[in-house]
C-alpha cells in the first residue's frame, strides 16, 4: 500500500526526526558512560549501583526502541517518495550496508585498530539485519506488518525458557535470533552478539505499522498517538506489578522504596523484552504528539540531529574516542591503552588503573561531546537537503 500525498519529495516529518534527535542525544549519555565510566560497574545492579547511576543508564535504555521503531515509521514514510519495490531494495542495500559498517569497520572506529581481537555485534548489526527483514515485509498490507510486529514483540518472551546450548553446534543461530552470547571464538578473535534479531525486528515492523498515522492530518494523529502512548505506558505498569510474564526479570522489594522503584524499572534489554519495550514506546508515542504541531525553539537542535541520524551516531563515537586519547595524554602521559582491544567486560576500549571518572565528570564530557558534533551535523544536515545525491541517505 502506497500513501497518497502532496507533500513534497524533500519535505520531511519534523516530529519524528526532532524525537530521533532528542534520543540521539540522550543515547550519547551512555556511551560517555562506558569511555569514562568505571567499565567494571553494573548500572542496573542495585545492589552495588547507585540510583544516579542506575537512571543514568535507565534513560538511556529510551534510545535503541526508539531508533528502530522510526527507522520503521520512517521506512513507511518514504513510500511517499519511492515504490513499493524502491522501498524493498533500499532497505536490503542500506541493511547490508549497516550489517558491514557494524562487524568491519565500526570495529575501527571503537578501538582505532583494525585487529578485530573482540568484536560485539551491537545496534547497528541489529537495526541492519531488521532492515532485510522489512524488505520482505513491506510487500504485505502495513497494517499486517504492523501485527506481525506486535505478536513478535508480545510473544517472544515464551521462548526465554529454550537456551542457546540446547541446539549443540547450532547454538550460535539461537544467539543470533533470541538469546546473547558467542557467534565465534578462535585463537585471539571473538565474536559476541548482544542485540538478538526477534524482538528488534518486531519493534521495526511495529514502526512501519504506525506510520500510516501519519496518513491523518492534525488534531486527530495526535489524539491517537497521546492515547497509544498512555495505553502502552499503563499496559507497562499493570504487567510489571502483576510481576507473571513479560520479563525474565522480576521486580522486588529492596532496602528502601526509591530502590523498590528501580527494581521495578529493571528491566531485560538483551534481549529487549516485552516489558522493556513497553516501558519505552510508550512515553515515545507520547512525546511524538506532544511535538507533533510545533517543534519548540529548545528542541531545534535536536531536529537537525535527528535528520542525520546515522552520521551523528558515527561521528560522536569517533569524538570519544579522540577525549579518550586526549584525557590519557594529560592524565597518565600515554596513550597505548587507547589503541588496544579490551576485553569483553571492559568494553569498548582498555581502561588504565585510576581511569574511571565521577558521574558529574562523566555528564560534563557527554555536554562537550554533543556540543562538538552538533556544528558538524548541521552542516552535514545542510549538505544533503541541497544535494540529490542518493549515497547521501545512507549516510
Known sequence: MTAQSSTPLRQRVESVDVVRGVIMIIMALDHTRDFFGDAAASPTNLATASAGLFLTRWITHFSAPTFFFLSGVGAYLALRRRTTSQLSVFLLTRGLWL??????????????????HVTILTVLWA???????????????ATA?????????AAHNLLDPIKAQSFGAWAPFWNVLHSPGLLYMS???????????????????LGYGIGQIYSIDGARR??????????????????????????????????????????????????PSLLFLLMTLGPVLVLLSLVDQKTPRLLRPALTIGKVPMFYYLLHFATLHVLAIITAL????????????????KYPVTQPPGWPASLPVVYLYW??????VYPVCRWYASVKMRSN????SYL
Do not use: C
Open 127 to 141: 537495526l541492519g539485519w531488521s532492515m532485510v527483514a522489512l524488505a520482505a515485509l513491506v510487500f504485505l498490507p
Open 222 to 271: 495526535r489524539a491517537l498517538l497521546l492515547r497509544a502512548g498512555i495505553a502502552v505506558s499503563a499496559a507497562f505498569i499493570v504487567l510489571r506489578a502483576i510481576n507473571v510474564y513479560g520479563d525474565p526479570s522480576k521486580w522486588t522489594h529492596q532496602k528502601s522504596t526509591l530502590f523498590t522503584a528501580l527494581s521495578f524499572l529493571n528491566t531485560t534489554k538483551y534481549p
Open 330 to 345: 594529560v592524565r597518565f602521559g600515554g596513550v597505548h591503552w587507547m589503541f588496544e582491544s579490551p576485553s569483553p567486560d
Open 145 to 153: 506488518v504492523g501485527i506481525i510486529g506486535a505478536i513478535m514483540i
Open 99 to 116: 550489517v558491514f559498517l557494524d562487524a568491519v569497520l565500526f570495529r575501527a572506529i571503537l578501538q582505532f585498530n583494525v585487529d578485530y
Open 187 to 205: 585463537p585471539g578473535h571473538l565474536v559476541i552478539v548482544a542485540y538478538p534479531l526477534i524482538p528488534w525486528i518486531g519493534v521495526m515492523a
Open 389 to 392: 545525491n542518493p549515497w547521501l
Open 367 to 372: 555536554i562537550a561531546v554533543v556540543l562538538l
